[in-house]
């Protein structure tokens, strides 16, 4: 039976004020997804190395239920097999959920030689998000298949743009959330002062981007009035680690995706340092936490010769 193996990037969905929209790709961590057809016309989702209780029914894991959207898009009948070899940890708002599904999709794009594009795939991917956050969001998705800095121009039909990005260190501090996810307790509503301000918090990262700076990148990725202040909440410390961080001369500090992990952005040598603030913090408040030094990475999901 025919099978790829494909590479899935972790990724910071929001990446500060873009709730839903923005998402920046990272060169490590990643997962590794073996994608391999049956002619069982079942979908089997087993996962290897780090399980950490990630459910596998199909309707339960991202992959198995974004399998399922494909098949039924396409009206295909053969099974497949995928393998989810963990590199990423979960439930810790790194985006191994949407690598899984967006990974799935892009391998049995293949295999089939369906021919979907980028916004397809994406759309099938997201969907299988709903069996993780029960909700159909493209940000982590679209930011792994395409790599760099990713925004949403339109949820429906989803049309996405990449942005390449250039040298961005970036310190973060893996934590696991409490709760599996946090997302249905950030408000439906925000005021106009607010909506303001996340619009131009928004326009000076997409600006920051463009021109390249990574000073003007850190500070525009350090404010957001949607998920920071509810997602932060469930940090022990967060708020001390920014205010170090800061002191310490980062350029700026969010939670990353759904949370619980924390991404700083520093020059290159301000790493190392960075890295001892954020673990002394969380290790005085007793809060189980890895830190790794990484940067963003302008490669995708991407077809690989072998584990
Ligand atoms: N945009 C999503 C959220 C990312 O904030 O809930 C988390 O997976």
């Known amino acids: 039976m025919k099978e790829v193996i494909v590479k899935a990037p972790a990724t910071i969905a929001n990446f500060g004020p873009g709730f839903d929209v923005f998402s920046l790709a990272l060169e490590e961590p990643y997962d590794i997804v073996k994608v391999r057809l049956n002619d069982k016309n079942s979908i089997n989702v087993k996962i290897v190395g780090m399980d950490e209780g990630i459910p596998i029914s199909v309707e339960n894991n991202t992959a198995g239920l974004a399998a399922t959207h494909f098949f039924e898009e396409t009206n295909l009948s053969k099974g497949v097999d995928v393998e989810i070899r963990k590199g990423i940890i979960s439930c810790a708002g790194l985006g191994t959920s949407g690598a899984s599904a967006v990974a799935c999709i892009y391998g049995l794009n293949i295999l089939f030689g369906a021919n979907l594009g980028h916004n397809e795939i994406i759309e099938i991917a997201s969907r299988g998000e709903i069996a993780s956050g029960g909700v159909a969001h493209a940000d982590n998705v679209a930011g792994c298949l395409l790599g760099g800095f990713v925004l949403i121009k339109n949820y429906r039909p989803i049309d996405v743009v990449k942005i390449e990005v250039p040298n961005v260190p970036i310190v973060i501090c893996i934590i696991k959330k409490a ?5 249905g307790l950030i408000s439906g509503r925000i005021s106009l002062t607010k909506a303001r301000e996340q619009i131009s918090y928004s326009s000076s990262l997409i600006h920051a981007i ?4 990574l000073k003007d990148i850190g500070e525009a990725v350090n404010r ?3 998920s920071e202040p509810v997602r932060s909440r469930f940090i022990p410390g967060y708020d001390d680690i920014k205010k170090k961080v800061v002191e310490a001369r980062a350029y700026g500090c969010n939670v990353s995706g759904g949370g619980s992990s924390i991404f700083v952005i520093c020059e290159e040598d301000k790493t190392g340092e ?3 603030i954020m673990k002394n913090i969380c290790s005085q408040g007793g809060v189980e936490n890895k830190v790794i ?7 995708g999901v991407e077809e690989i010769n072998g584990l």
């Open 179 to 183: 709760k599996r996810t946090t997302r």
């Open 274 to 276: 960075i890295a001892e």
């Open 224 to 226: 957001d009035h949607i």
């Open 210 to 213: 463009l021109s390249g700076n």
């Open 293 to 299: 030094i990484t940067k963003a990475s302008n490669a």
